[in-house]
């Protein structure tokens, strides 16, 4: 997918008005009220159309009509839906013509899918992934469609805070969290305390708890790989948030430790814009240094 760095998943923000000093207890009472669980779920049926039997019986309507009204609530909900996104989703086309046409049954999938998402921050992702797909048709299976289906916006946020710290090799389908190095056993070194380091990725916001909640999500494998040992002098060229990092191995036998994305991960990493943090690689390369030249 040759999607733009500017393509990036937007914060979810939550106004909050300032309580003036004059707000009187009613007020108060009022407002805890609103946000009851009760009313909350009221309000949830009402939208759905499955609040008339809450009504007294004598202005029920029958539960046939109850059923089409529900019925006709549904369509309108999913049109709506889907009609944000395409909405959305024109903004992310480009008017250069597309390596090949599109396919509508991919794109039959697409509506099945994403039509019920209602959330605006999802349908924004939803929008990126249709526009992705349009411009270079094969960029998201139908695979990776359910699996974001699934996810949350926790979840979606977890994806791109994962992002923000991994690195990426020139091909783009390589995306691993790297979690350390050592230098495999031999006669000199076997004693050696530092023969591996180890990368905190806690320290970035991704302890083990998130490394599972990725993995659970089929966004990451939750076991550790390892690259082939390195002889002294080999290179592994790297990118993080678009930064170009040169690692060099400095002594023989050297192993580079981290956590693959899956091809879903992979796929899914396309929504999410390269930002370099600097912070990250500053850290990336102190500790890397033991065994790397960068």
């Not at 889907?82 to 039959?108: G, L, N, Q, R």
């Not at 979840?155 to 994962?162: E, G, H, N, P, S």
């Not at 389908?173 to 056993?185: A, D, E, H, T, V």
Request: aromatic share 6%; glycine share 4%; with cysteine.
């Amino acid at each position: 997918m040759t999607t733009d760095n500017n393509c990036s998943t937007h914060p979810v923000t939550i106004d909050v008005e300032p309580e003036s000093s004059n707000t009187t207890n009613e007020n108060q009472q009022s407002k805890k009220s609103a946000s009851s669980t009760q009313v909350q779920l009221l309000n949830l049926a009402k939208n759905f159309g499955l609040a008339d039997s809450l009504k007294p019986e004598n202005k029920q309507l029958p539960i046939e009509e109850r059923m089409l009204k529900r019925d006709r609530y549904t369509h309108l909900r999913k049109q709506s839906n889907m009609e944000a996104i395409i909405e959305k989703s024109i903004k992310y086309c480009s008017e250069h013509v597309a390596s090949s046409k599109a396919d509508p049954d991919w794109f039959s999938n697409f509506i099945e899918l994403a039509e019920n998402i209602s959330n605006n921050v999802m349908q924004d992702l939803w929008a990126k992934i249709l526009a992705g797909e349009i411009s270079n048709p094969g960029s998201f299976s139908l695979k990776t469609l359910r699996t974001f289906k699934n996810l949350a916006i926790h979840d979606a946020k977890l994806l791109a805070k994962a992002c923000a710290v991994a690195v990426k090799d020139k091909s783009k389908r390589n995306i691993r969290l790297l979690s350390g190095s050592y230098q495999k056993p031999g006669l000199f070194n076997l004693l050696n305390k530092q023969r591996a380091v180890d990368f905190k990725l806690s320290e970035f916001g991704l302890g083990y708890g998130e490394i599972l909640a990725l993995s659970d999500n089929n966004l990451l494998y939750a076991q550790e790989t390892e690259l082939a040992p390195m002889a002294k002098g080999d290179e592994i060229a790297l990118r993080q948030g678009g930064s170009p990092i040169i690692l060099r191995a400095k002594k023989n036998g050297i192993v580079l430790r981290f956590y693959k994305f899956t091809v879903v991960g992979v796929e899914l990493a396309q929504l999410i814009g390269d930002k370099p943090d600097e912070e990250l690689l500053t850290a990336l390369k102190i500790k890397l240094s033991h065994h790397f030249d960068s």
